[in-house]
């Protein structure tokens, strides 16, 4: 039977990906652990598998409207699919407390930068002319890796200014491939975490799925008319609550032990 929460959680989440392209997902993990109470373990898993799958459904919307350099794309993710089950099976064993209370502070992080941008885009006349590196292209496949496996994010908040710099596409160039990169990543953790063995709630999957596609769908015909500015802004402020809401709660309740 489909449950209202879990779809609105979902519409949520796919509403914030589709309009900013780059950070969407983190939402997905305090919606599974305080939304609907799931242990830290298998809302890792949850949230792999969930971003992936929004994640290519905003990709394939995207690669309609011919705003994805494909072959980038799979260059760019070989690094981060190698290394995000493998930091997922290295970190399993650390307390729920300090992954959230680092997880609150990776939220606080990404809504300043998304205010105060740290990462500056750096877009060129040409795709064709760029010729990165492979260490650029292996740091930063290695950085989305370790993101992915030990947060359960998609860490687009941080490739699509990183495909900016390495390949200097333009700007929504860079947030549809970004979703190839965040499905391809994020499905390889999820295969990772698989591994680790436990049954997972597949209704809370179906009903995230299922609001968070037709969130993503209906913010992909918006993103051309809200501009980056307020969306990246209400998404920011939105992090910041939430962030500050998960460390009290984490700081509070080691402070009580």
Not at 46 to 57: G, M
Not at 76 to 83: D, H, N, R, Y
């Given at each position: ?31 599974l ?6 242990p ?35 260059s ?8 995000s ?18 997880f ?10 998304m205010?105060?941008?740290?990462f ?16 650029s ?18 860490s687009?908040?941080?490739i699509?200014p ?7 596409m ?11 990169v ?9 295969m ?24 993503i ?6 993103v ?34």
């Open positions: 039977m489909l449950n209202t929460e879990n779809i609105l959680f979902g519409g949520l989440v796919g509403v914030a990906l589709g309009l900013t392209g780059s950070g969407g997902s983190i939402l997905v993990i305090p919606f652990v305080y939304g609907l109470g799931l830290l373990h298998t809302a890792l898993a949850l949230s792999l598998l969930i971003v992936a799958t929004l994640s290519f459904v905003g990709a394939v919307r995207q690669g309609l409207s011919g705003e994805i350099a494909w072959s980038q794309a799979l760019f993710s070989i690094f981060g699919m190698v290394i089950p493998l930091v997922l099976h290295l970190t399993r064993h650390v307390s729920q407390e300090i992954h959230l209370t680092l609150g502070i990776l939220m606080l992080f990404i809504a300043l930068n205010t105060f941008p740290f500056k885009t750096a877009q060129g006349p040409s795709l064709e002319g760029s010729k990165p590196s492979a260490t292209l292996g740091l930063g496949g290695v950085s989305v890796g370790v993101l992915s496996g030990f947060f359960g994010v998609g687009g908040f941080l699509v990183l495909l900016t710099l390495i390949f200097r333009p700007y929504r160039l860079a947030v549809g491939t970004s979703l190839v965040v499905a391809l990543v994020s499905f390889s953790g999820f990772g975490a698989a591994t680790l063995g436990g049954p997972l709630p597949w209704h809370i999957v179906r009903d995230f799925i299922m609001g968070g596609s037709v969130g769908l209906v913010a992909s015909t918006l051309s008319r809200v501009s980056e500015t307020l969306s990246r802004r209400i998404f920011a402020v939105l992090l910041l609550v939430i962030g500050s809401f998960m460390l009290y709660e984490n700081l509070t309740h080691a402070s009580r032990t």
